[in-house]
């Protein structure tokens, strides 16, 4: 039997997930589909991929092999395939709240100025869809390292807390990075890059609760399971009734970084790197450059 991209792309979720029922939903097959395609993907290599002894498939040391490989390997193949036609809309991807000023008004010039369709699309893992092949470029909050991908920064902005209106912070008007190290923390565990270890030694706060994206992470802050912090303009975007933003003293600034593959990028992320960046120096404060703007490392 031939391999199709199809059974890569299950094996692939598959192993990103190591849950079946997760799997199958990501992919929008049911769990028997997904399960028979692996087990075809499997005859056909003629070795075991997967350890089904656990309650949540194990990938044997051949399907490990065989994840690092089609990690790197898989959206190339995609891209190579994907119709060269350069009136393809350009899909960008976010995942950790969607910076609405810079983002639509990067996304209003391309398409007015440039005759390129933008599609937003929210993906919450952590490249924003990237490492699938299901987005184009991402708008992504924090560094990224990542050599299969160019990234540059487009946005510094200040931090703000995030805390339940019940909380006994709630009745201040700022609090200090201290104050948040030394309460519950709710973690995004999927897509946020926002850490305890962000915090000095000694002074690091306790993981209250985990999310996997922006609404749950808002649910847990507003239920006191944990303060939050945020990006300025993702807090402005995403009001809660439950929920107070306060100032932060002290806290590191939080960088968004545009990021497109490095191997067949869509024909027009260069021109959205230019936008994007060009309309950053439009907005950086008069007398100061960008080599003396203090570089800290960025979370969440």
Not at 28 to 45: F, H
Not at 80 to 88: C, E, H, K, Q, S
Not at 129 to 139: E, K, M, R
Not at 239 to 259: E, I, K, N, Q, T
Request: proline residues 8%; hydrophobic residues 40%; charged residues 25%.
């Amino acid at each position: 039997m031939d391999i199709g991209i199809h059974h890569l792309r299950c094996f692939l979720t598959l192993a990103e997930e190591q849950h079946f029922t997760w799997a199958a939903d990501r992919l929008g097959v049911s769990q028997p589909t997904l399960s028979r395609q692996i087990r075809r993907l499997e005859e056909a290599l003629g070795r075991s991929l997967l350890d089904r002894s656990t309650r949540h498939p194990q990938l044997t040391a051949e399907g490990l092999r065989l994840q690092a490989e089609l990690k790197v390997l898989l959206p190339r193949l995609e891209a190579a395939l994907r119709p060269p036609a350069t009136d393809r809309p350009l899909r960008l991807g976010y995942s950790w709240g969607f910076p609405m000023r810079r983002g639509r008004r990067a996304v209003e010039l391309m398409e007015q100025e440039h005759q390129v369709l933008v599609e937003l699309v929210r993906r919450d893992d952590p490249t924003a869809g990237l490492a699938d092949g299901s987005v184009d470029a991402a708008l992504l909050w924090g560094r990224v390292d990542d050599p299969r991908y160019t990234a540059v920064e487009v946005l510094r902005e200040e931090r703000v807390a995030a805390i339940s209106h019940r909380s006994t912070l709630a009745v201040r008007d700022s609090v200090t990075w201290g104050d948040l190290g030394r309460r519950c923390l709710v973690l995004n565990t999927v897509s946020g890059t926002l850490t305890p270890d962000d915090w000095p030694t000694g002074a690091r706060p306790e993981i209250g609760a985990e999310a996997a994206n922006l609404d749950e992470y808002l649910h847990a802050v507003a239920a006191r399971r944990g303060v939050g912090a945020l990006p300025a303009s993702v807090a402005a975007g995403h009001p809660d009734p439950d929920v107070r933003y306060l100032p932060v003293a002290g806290a590191p600034p939080a960088v968004l970084s545009y990021v497109r593959p490095r191997t067949n990028p869509h024909p027009h992320a260069e021109q959205l790197a230019t936008v994007l960046t060009e309309d950053a120096a439009q907005d950086r404060p008069r007398g100061r450059s960008a080599a003396t703007t203090p570089r800290t490392t960025p979370a969440c």
